[in-house]
């Protein structure tokens, strides 16, 4: 295959998952985050005035407003493009942190970077670069994540494990051996922070041990129960055997609650991501009260921004009051607080 054909290749497919994420029903079937069992106790004597809830949290030496963060999803087309901007732009107004999608095309291809950088409308976001793990054994090393880094100006590095996705793929990369070692070498000599993601079904507890001695800065557990990408790859089979093997997968993965203990207990000290079918600040709040840094969200987030930016930035601004009044309602002053709030099962 020659390269401008891989290039198409990567091009075609990443169109592909905008669009079957905005028009088909890609969410787990049965499977479920496990937020929703989960309640806290309502406390009508929080002895706080709402104005004086602090939502500030401080990672990788800045400061964003809330605990709110845009999960990575898209680069590499004039449309992701287009929705990247907006995503930029909500970002920057409520100060919150972003992550864009794989940046492999970009890479491949320079005359696409243009579709992932947005620090001209978002300065002073905390900003998250973005390649597959699994590329290390297809080439690519640090200086390719350093290239990623500075295509963007971002603050840290996501390194993602989407080993299922590329599994089910036709054209999928589906060597994963031997990746700690290379994910151990980033860490070390990559002059950012770098940050392990799953794509939607959890990291086990062994896992994030794994991760945290090989030294990444934060996880990001991205559990089961939001958007399932073996059923996007369902949607994109070429033929009936593909769409088969995908469609076996449907329910498959670490639903979101449990992945986050799972990652509390195996990484503990390192900064724990929650993302993976949250819907709201409400869902926000309870990953931070399990022990989440952050709590991110994609699909939301995708339709809002293929609007508008104003659309995004409403749903931020929605995601952050509800945050809020969470807290207030179980009198948690600030992220500490709310961080050691009990939460009832049922």
């Not at 997968?249 to 949250?278: C, E, K």
Request: hydrophobic share 45%; with cysteine; proline share 4%.
């Amino acid at each position: 295959m020659t390269k401008v054909t891989e290039q198409t290749v990567i091009e075609d497919r990443k169109a592909d998952h905008i669009r079957i994420n905005l028009e088909k029903d890609v969410q787990f079937p049965r499977l479920r985050t496990g937020l929703d069992d989960l309640h806290f106790m309502h406390n009508a004597l929080p002895e706080l005035n709402l104005s004086d809830i602090d939502t500030r949290v401080t990672l990788f030496g800045k400061t964003v407003s809330a605990p709110v963060f845009i999960s990575s999803m898209t680069g590499g087309t004039d449309m992701a493009m287009r929705i990247n901007r907006h995503l930029a732009e909500a970002a920057q107004a409520n100060n919150i942190a972003l992550g864009v999608g794989s940046q492999r095309a970009g890479i491949k291809n320079p005359d696409v970077a243009y579709t992932y950088k947005v620090r001209d409308i978002a300065p002073d976001i905390l900003l998250f670069a973005n390649i597959g793990a699994v590329q290390f054994n297809y080439g690519y090393g640090v200086e390719e994540c350093r290239e990623a880094v500075e295509m963007i100006e971002a603050d840290a590095l996501i390194l993602h494990f989407n080993v299922l996705q590329e599994a089910v793929q036709p054209e999928g990369d589906t060597n994963f051996s031997g990746l700690l070692a290379r994910v151990e070498q980033v860490c070390r000599d990559l002059p950012v922070p770098v940050i392990a993601k799953e794509v939607g079904w959890g990291f086990s507890e062994a896992n994030c041990r794994d991760l945290k001695n090989a030294g990444v800065a934060a996880i990001d557990v991205a559990g089961a129960g939001g958007t399932s990408w073996s059923e996007v790859e369902y949607h994109r089979a070429p033929n009936a055997f593909h769409a088969r093997v995908a469609g076996a997968f449907a329910d498959w993965g670490i639903p979101t609650a449990d992945a986050v203990r799972f990652a509390v207990a195996g990484a503990h000290g390192v900064p724990i991501f929650a993302s993976g079918g949250l819907k709201d600040g409400i869902d926000v709040a309870k990953c931070v009260a399990l022990g989440a840094t952050l709590g991110g969200m994609a699909g939301p987030f995708l339709k809002a921004a293929d609007k508008s930016a104003e659309e995004a930035d409403q749903f931020a601004r929605e995601c952050i009051a509800q945050l809020r009044i969470a807290m207030l309602c179980t009198s948690a002053r600030d992220i500490a607080s709310l961080q050691h709030t009990p939460l009832m099962k049922g």
